[in-house]
């Protein structure tokens, strides 16, 4: 595994379609970069709410077999990633359950940062989680909600929880979405003929040919039925703090995320990271393929040639079988080789997104001298990432991030560089236009705009630290 922060998760649902369960196979199946542990598709059609969750890739998870076994008009899907340890299927989305306001099934992309709190008091109140994610949280509080319907009860368990959420749930006729407040985390709406189409990122309408019609506005729940959809706005308003590293990292660059294009936003950081941090130098190098646009725009910029000189290898699966002998460095080479003809006697600038602990560009920058390089120049997308997410991005503690604890001189000297040099946060916002305003930045700043229990270790750790406790009863 590279040293990158991860997205934790993406979803999809679609209303009003024959195939309503291929469909979210394929939109899954676009939005497999948001989550690779495991993946699943809750389905009605219109009698019961039926579900196929697995561990692992949306298309070694999912055969036709599979996909009948959850037949109906409407579903909505989910892929996940989850932090090592906890990687275990009663956490794989989405959960369903039988209430008394009928089955739901609920799939969520975020954190929230209240879990724990809301789950300690449920747990005092007799109730029995069937998983460790933060999600479920949400399902016992709409079971326990005495609102007269359905949507009423949705909106009061919402109301409970903070933090990051973009939701996607089902019933046995509906499908509803929902998003915070803040607008943390991205879901667009779309069309497919007379289908209702809800997803992460646009790229999963593209390839099921829908339409983008436009997002989910921040603390907007929509249902959609038979009758058609409504919005509800049942929040009150709140700063907008859309996930910047949607746009620096996260999202494919050929969606729209927040209602701007990725490829457009991560190439003008390049753009912006050049006229910053120039160099003299022979050549661009991206290394594949989260610092493709950036070294485009950086390129473009500085007039300095781009060229393709790490090569990254796409069938890597999951496991592969290590020879006895020690190989330096053999995970980085497993997924990266580097083009010795691009390389070889070259001043090299290496474009990359981030650097989290330091560890795999440190390899990278070696790679890249040991192909024959004469000047090792490292710029980063974005600026130093000195604290940890709470919005639904797997990050370590602060103490293992590289830029929170040592100065750019020391990561230079760390990854053996000649020079290290990031964005500014300026820079990173200028590239997101008039928008800026509505960015999160907090793990650039450590500035946060939704409070978090101040335990870092305990939150960030949360479902492992959970996991443990059920297994040492
Ligand atoms: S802290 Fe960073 S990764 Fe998390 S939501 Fe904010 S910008 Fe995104």
């Known amino acids: 595994m590279l040293d990158k922060l991860h997205e934790e998760c993406g979803v999809f649902g679609i209303f009003g379609h024959p195939e309503a369960a291929k469909m979210t196979y394929l939109g899954l199946y676009a939005l497999q970069h948001r989550g690779q542990e495991s993946a699943g598709i809750a389905a009605s059609d219109g009698q019961q709410v039926r579900v196929s969750r697995a561990m692992g890739y949306v298309a070694d998870t999912f055969d036709s077999a599979a996909l009948a076994n959850v037949p109906g008009t409407l579903a909505i899907g989910h892929v996940r990633y989850s932090t090592s340890g906890e990687s275990k299927l009663s956490n794989a989305q989405p959960i369903v359950i039988d209430c008394v306001h009928g089955q739901i099934a609920i799939c969520h992309n975020g954190n929230l940062v209240n879990a724990r709190e809301l ?4 747990v005092g109140h007799g109730s029995i989680f069937q998983s460790s994610s933060d999600t479920e949280v949400v399902l016992h509080l709409y079971a326990r909600s005495k609102a007269a319907n359905l949507e009423d009860a949705i909106v009061e368990s919402v109301s ?7 939701l996607a749930m089902l019933t046995r006729d509906r499908m509803v979405a929902v998003r915070d407040p803040h607008g943390f ?20 309408m593209d390839l099921i040919g829908a339409t983008y019609v436009r997002d989910v506005e921040p603390g907007e729940v929509l249902v959609v039925s038979a009758a058609g959809i409504r919005s509800l706005k049942p929040f009150p308003p709140a700063p907008l703090a859309h996930c910047i590293f949607e746009h620096v990292y ?10 701007q294009s990725v490829n457009e936003v991560r190439t003008e950081l390049g753009r912006i990271l050049a006229r910053e941090q120039a160099v003299e130098a022979d050549v661009v190098v991206p290394v594949p393929d989260s610092g493709i646009c950036a ?5 473009e910029e500085s007039g300095v040639p781009l060229r393709m000189g790490l090569i990254r290898n796409h069938y890597v699966g999951r496991t592969f079988i290590q020879p006895q002998a020690a190989i330096r460095n053999f995970g980085v080479k497993v997924k990266l080789n580097p083009v010795r003809s691009i390389l070889d006697g070259r001043r090299v600038i290496l474009v990359d997104d981030s650097i989290v602990r330091g560890t795999t560009s440190r390899k990278i920058v070696k790679m890249v001298r040991a192909a024959g390089a004469k000047e090792v120049h490292v ?15 797997d990050t370590p503690q602060r103490s293992e991030l590289i830029a929170a604890t040592h100065s750019i001189e020391e990561i230079k000297t760390f990854l053996e560089a000649d020079s290290v040099a990031y964005l500014s946060l300026d820079g990173m916002l200028s590239a997101v236009g008039d928008q800026r305003g509505s960015y999160c930045s907090s793990c650039y ?16 750790q949360l479902v492992l630290k959970l996991d443990k406790e059920v297994a040492a009863k």
Do not use: K
């Open 185 to 204: 985390r991205p879901l667009a709406l779309g069309r497919l003929d007379d289908a209702v189409v809800i997803c992460s990122e646009t790229c999963a």
């Open 379 to 393: 710029r980063i997308s974005c600026p130093p990432t000195i604290s940890p997410c709470y919005y639904g991005v």
């Open 119 to 122: 789950r300690n008091e449920l």
């Open 160 to 166: 409970q929880v903070q933090g990051a959420y973009s």
């Open 250 to 259: 996260f999202a494919r660059p050929d969606s729209y995320v927040f209602g």
């Open 295 to 299: 070294a485009m725009g950086y390129a």
């Open 445 to 460: 700043t450590g500035r946060y705009p939704v409070e978090f229990p101040r335990d870092e270790a305990s939150y960030l």
